[in-house]
């Protein structure tokens, strides 16, 4: 158990309205990630962070921004959601040390419906 | 290309069978390999790292290629506790992404009683 949770599990939203997952850790790891997974595409990488408020783009982060002003939580917002931004989402932590080989571990998932 | 190829399956194989999963990445500079498992409507789970000689863990063993860019998972005995989504899941090093992680679309394992 990496001591990770998602809030809130489970969102139906409207097109056009803004939405914010967030995502919480209790073992003060510096990498976090938010990934989206969708049938035929696997998960894919939204956003990064690497520390407080030092953030990347990953592959798809089009309609998506982050947030992360202290070690523990890691927010995903979509400004206007749309009706493709219909998915599962992941957050992930990465686990630091000599011996790591970069082994991610995954929150439980949000599931957003866009309608 | 995808830069993570997997057989989708699904593999439907009986209680007790052996089962290998293989998986091709495109990029040669990759450095970590994995294999996640995926049950349904769950997170992915790390099962394990695959290192450079091979490794095994009970009943699974995973091996990597370089020259070939292929990893392969192998089940013995299969369990119908097996039954999930198998992630073949690669690390490449780069500057500014030094822990991001590409995934495969993943291979679907039933195992049937």
Redesign the interface.
Known sequence: DAGITQSPRHKVTETGTPVTLRCHQTENHR?M?WYRQDP??????IH?S?GVKDT?K?EVSDGYSVSRSKTEDFLLTLESATSSQTSVY?CAI?TSGPSS?????????TRLTVL | RKE?EQDPGPFNVPEGATVAFNCTYSNSASQ?F?WYRQDCR?????LM?VYSSGNEDGRFTAQLNRASQYISLLIRDSKLSDSATY?CVV?L?TS??????T????TQLTVLP
């Open positions: 990498y990630y035929g595409h696997g998960l894919r990488l990064y690497y990347d990953g992941f990465t080989y970069n082994e991610q571990f995954f929150g439980p998932g | 993570v970590s994995f769950k997170e992915p789970k790390l790292s992630l690390n090093v500014g992404s030094a822990r991001q992680l995934f495969g679309s993943g």
